[in-house]
């Protein structure tokens, strides 16, 4: 079975940065599947805040664009998330996704990112 594992959350100041990992184990071909984080804060809907394409290219959500970088390794199987300019409004949970085909998702159980003041 595919399973995504997250990682790297805690507790940082405003200001402060994190990097979460998002691993992938099993028997899936991750090189060439697209991969994104998502999260959702309290009272919020779930929301992408994060894609990055088998070739490499990514997308940001307009509130976290030049505070947060997405990358792989595709050797480690693994998806990262650079946070960083902290803001109080980032906390949430975080998940990672994958979309294996266009009938099944993958989703990861979160990692909780507070930001305090």
């Known amino acids: 079975q595919v399973q995504l594992v997250e990682s790297g959350g805690g507790l940082v100041q405003a200001g402060g940065s994190l990097r979460l990992s998002c691993a992938a184990s099993?028997?899936?071909?991750?090189?060439?599947?697209?991969m994104g984080w998502n999260r959702q804060a309290p009272g919020k809907q779930r929301e992408l805040v994060a894609s990055?394409?088998?070739?490499?290219?990514?997308d940001y959500a307009d509130s976290v664009k030049g505070r947060f970088t997405i990358s792989r390794v595709n050797a480690k199987k693994t998806v990262y998330l650079q946070m960083d300019s902290l803001k109080l409004e980032d906390t949430a949970v975080y998940f990672c996704?994958?979309?294996?085909?266009?009938?099944?998702?993958?989703w990861g159980q979160g990692t909780q990112v507070t930001v305090s003041s």
């Open positions: 099993g028997t899936i071909l991750f090189s060439i599947k697209p």
């Open positions: 990055i394409t088998a070739g490499g290219s990514a």
């Open positions: 996704n994958v979309v294996l085909s266009s009938s099944q998702s993958l």
